[in-house]
């Protein structure tokens, strides 16, 4: 049962009529939320943004040792040739 603001009947309301209601009026929602949720669950969103930042940081970073890698394996490629041209060359 649901008892308007002011009034003094009650009336029965639907779960179409909570969820419009709670959609027209966010604090109420807000609310709801503080007092069905856990902690725990209030706080995921703001995991799961951190966690696609961290996510974010560890892709760049495998990116650029991606990089330095290539880079390594072309001085090697270089130093093998050298070293093979003075191995013949003794």
Request: aromatic share 4%; net charge negative; glycine share 6%.
């Amino acid at each position: 049962m649901f008892r308007p603001e002011g009034g003094t009947g009650a009336t029965e309301i639907t779960w179409e009529d909570l969820i419009r209601v709670l959609e027209e009026r966010p604090e109420w929602l807000a609310r709801v939320r503080q007092v069905v949720l856990t902690p725990d669950l209030l706080s995921l969103p703001e995991q799961v943004r951190q966690l696609v930042e961290a996510q974010q940081q560890t892709t760049l970073q495998i990116r650029e040792l991606v990089e330095v890698q290539r880079r390594h394996e072309e001085r090697l490629a270089g130093v093998e040739e050298r070293l093979g041209r003075l191995e013949t060359t003794v």
